[in-house]
């Protein structure tokens, strides 16, 4: 689910890929206004299934980090409100949710952006953030 969903460097929140061009994409809000428009190759744009945070030890991909979140949260908007936790407090939420970070390279907007992103995700109802061949790999044991 996550391959689809992209973030724009220069745009707020995150948007979900409709349809590829020539040189451009087309991308639509996952937000309540689900406005579409072209994106351009000369824009940052990443898949959130591309994206990782960094721990002690490696690297942890960001469906597993939100897949930690939305079981700490009952898979609920987060308790915290990044735009107001302190520093300490938003440290504290992260090592609750990943106990190994890396706090020296995870830096506090990057928690601030992973909170918003978790909050943005969840009050539009995506909710599956596991990687598609990881659920069809479970699908296929399951059978």
Same mark, same amino acid.
């Given at each position: 689910?996550?391959?689809?969903?992209l +973030?724009?460097?220069?745009?707020p929140?995150l948007y979900? #890929?409709?349809s590829?061009g020539k040189?451009m994409?087309?991308?639509?809000s996952?937000s309540?206004?689900?406005?579409?428009?072209?994106a351009?190759?000369?824009e940052?744009? @990443?898949? #959130?299934?591309?994206?990782?945070?960094?721990?002690?030890?490696a690297?942890v991909?960001?469906?597993? /980090?939100?897949?930690?979140?939305?079981?700490? $949260?009952?898979?609920?908007?987060?308790?915290?409100d990044?735009?107001?936790?302190t520093?300490?407090? #938003?440290?504290?939420?992260?090592?609750?949710v990943?106990?190994d970070?890396d706090?020296?390279? /995870?830096?506090?907007?990057? @928690?601030?952006?992973?909170? +918003?992103?978790?909050?943005?995700l969840? +009050?539009n109802?995506?909710? $599956?953030?596991?990687?598609?061949?990881?659920a $069809?790999?479970?699908?296929?044991?399951a059978?």
């Amino acid at each position: 689910m996550l391959k689809t969903i992209l +973030s724009i460097s220069g745009k707020p929140g995150l948007y979900k #890929l409709i349809s590829q061009g020539k040189n451009m994409l087309i991308v639509e809000s996952i937000s309540a206004d689900k406005k579409r428009f072209p994106a351009y190759g000369n824009e940052k744009i @990443i898949s #959130l299934a591309d994206i990782a945070m960094y721990t002690n030890d490696a690297e942890v991909p960001l469906c597993n /980090v939100l897949d930690s979140m939305k079981t700490k $949260e009952n898979a609920a908007v987060a308790t915290i409100d990044p735009k107001k936790a302190t520093s300490e407090q #938003l440290r504290e939420y992260m090592a609750e949710v990943l106990p190994d970070f890396d706090r020296d390279r /995870v830096h506090i907007a990057d @928690i601030k952006k992973l909170i +918003s992103w978790y909050n943005l995700l969840i +009050s539009n109802g995506i909710t $599956e953030f596991k990687a598609e061949t990881e659920a $069809e790999k479970e699908e296929v044991v399951a059978e």
